[in-house]
């Protein structure tokens, strides 16, 4: 049997597969926004789900899976199956990542896709229907926003930069060495936010709460591809398709200010 191609040709091929299958639903999740959809509350005070997040997610499986029959599949909306650990290859997806402003008619939700590889993201798609922008990287290419290359902020001071963060992550109590002081801006998809850090609309991204593989997958390869070293709030590497399918935070920024925030954070 001749040896499977890992390499970055698998990759592009994958990353067009979660490309072509991001837009193809795009429509879906339009088809309810600013319609009333019904929506309920998850269990465990675990936010929000609506009758889009669930079609959005049907159409990506029957897509993705149809054509990678032999990967393994993680969604928020689609109960887990543990068989996904014995795959090297895995899908992890967000069918409507921002589902509280999908439901408050405002533009910034989004579609997070990505393939895991040996639990590395290698391709992913985070792409916004509302406002026809679909970002895209693969590993070892760059970090596109329809199609054009963006690069993530050369800024290496901390003071006054602008980060992609909600008030909570920047209590003192998380600051031993200080908390610095930044702009703050926000928008309610981390994936949203991993991309806008991506393309150097913010400075960096920063999240100390867990975080869920589906959330972060996508936007964490955009982000890397586009020059910002992303890491959980320990500095570790993420690493997904775990059992608990969660990472320690997620912290995205060029190299210098990456490093600031570790050491306010008391890492370094």
């Not at 993705?64 to 909306?77: M, N, Q, T």
């Not at 936010?193 to 972060?216: F, Q, V, Y």
């Not at 955009?222 to 590497?237: E, Q, W």
């Amino acid at each position: 049997m001749p040896e499977r191609d890992l390499g970055p040709g698998r990759d592009a091929e994958d990353l067009d597969l979660l490309e072509r299958a991001a837009r193809a639903a795009g429509p879906i999740a339009l088809i309810y926004w600013r319609r009333a959809p019904e929506a309920w509350e998850k269990p465990g005070d675990a936010g929000p789900v609506s009758e889009a997040d669930l079609a959005v997610d049907r159409s990506l499986r029957e897509t993705l899976l149809a054509a990678r029959p032999s990967y393994g599949w993680l969604s928020e909306e689609t109960p887990d199956d543990l068989a996904r650990l014995a795959h090297e290859d895995v899908f992890i997806v967000d069918p409507i990542d921002g589902t509280r402003a999908f439901l408050a008619g405002e533009k910034e939700f989004a579609l997070s896709l990505a393939l895991v590889r040996a639990g590395r993201v290698v391709a992913g798609v985070v792409h916004l229907p509302a406002r026809d922008l679909t970002y895209t990287a693969c590993r070892g290419g760059p970090a596109l926003c329809n199609g054009r290359e963006i690069r993530a902020s050369s800024r290496a001071d901390l003071t006054g930069a602008s980060v992609m963060t909600n008030r909570i992550n920047l209590d003192p109590a998380q600051w031993p060495g200080g908390v610095p002081e930044v702009k703050r801006v926000f928008r309610s998809s981390l994936a949203y936010r991993l991309c806008l850090a991506a393309e150097g609309r913010a400075d960096a991204m920063l999240t100390l709460r867990p975080t869920w593989e589906w959330d972060a997958a996508a936007g964490s390869m955009i982000a890397s591809a586009a020059g910002c070293v992303v890491t959980d709030r320990r500095g570790d590497a993420l690493v997904f398709n775990r059992a608990g399918a969660q990472s320690d935070g997620v912290l995205a920024a060029p190299p210098a200010l990456h490093q600031k925030l570790l050491a306010g954070l008391g890492v370094v």
